[in-house]
């Protein structure tokens, strides 16, 4: 009988257990995300709330982190300056037992950086990843989220991939998995100028009255229907009624425009980045116009200009990633 060489790993060394087993070269990668379909606070079972989102995945891009064991004190990384990547391979050094690690972490993306498509997270996920590889072994992704926390002080669900989880950002776990996948989506994705970055770190969290929070707790019901039942048109009315909210407390100042664009073009929901400045027009991807659509619309995003503008799908088949 044979064993794989990695294994899903939560932790199995003892307080001060320093292994002495020499390290290799490790890579990992992780996606990124296309800003939120829901984002709020959340009751658990419990009763207490919890800030929390709900992600629209982008496999599109990708960071891919390469860790090169070297002589030397620390961790440095190529390009510079990525220190939330270097802590979070540090950090997952220690996790697994290994001290005074060194070396170089190489990072390659083709992410957007400050627009809400997750980059910041995706480096520290691919870091984790890469530094878990290095030691010769696969990490669970619970124990991952709680490294990037730990990391990035926020972080998302990124780890998880194109599963569906209403994940506690600032606190790296999972509140609910949603029974199923999203409904096939065509999404024409660009950015107001307009509106700048947002330092998630910096910016202050929202602070929702009672309202909204039953507003959430409502709308939460809704996306685990519309996930059960494939459902685009009602996942797109929680994308939008979560970005309306949203324009209370980090507006988009054309935001009018995106609304506009989707009616115009038979679109069955808007979303946004609730801390960037990326939004996007959904549609039903089961609807056979829906690419000479989704093409109108991004035509419409240009024309009332907006930039960096894409189209991408998400399980629906047979749709390239178009600018």
Known sequence: MS????????TRTAPGHVYSRPLRVGTGRASAHHGEILQGVFLD????LHRALLTLPFPCAESIATFWPEDGRDIRTRPPGRSKAAKAAALTFQELGYSQVSGCLTI??????GYGYGSSTADVVAAIRAAAAATGVELR???ICRLAVEAETASDSIAFGER???FAHREGRVLEYFPGDYPPLYVVGFVSRDDPPVD???FSPAQYDSSEIESFRVLRGLARRAIVDEDASLLGHVA????????RHLPKKHFEALLRICEENDGCGVQVAHSGNLMGVLLDGKERDAPSRAKRAATAAREAGFTDIL?????????????
């Open 3 to 10: 064993f794989p060489n990695s294994f899903p790993f939560e």
């Open 45 to 48: 079972e419990a009763g207490r």
């Open 108 to 113: 390659e993306t083709s992410i957007p950086v």
């Open 141 to 143: 992704r619970s124990l």
């Open 164 to 166: 569906v989880v209403l």
């Open 200 to 202: 998630t770190l910096a």
């Open 240 to 247: 939008t009624a979560s970005a309306r909210i949203n324009q």
């Open 311 to 323: 189209r991408f799908a998400v399980n629906a088949d047979a749709m390239p990633v178009w600018g």
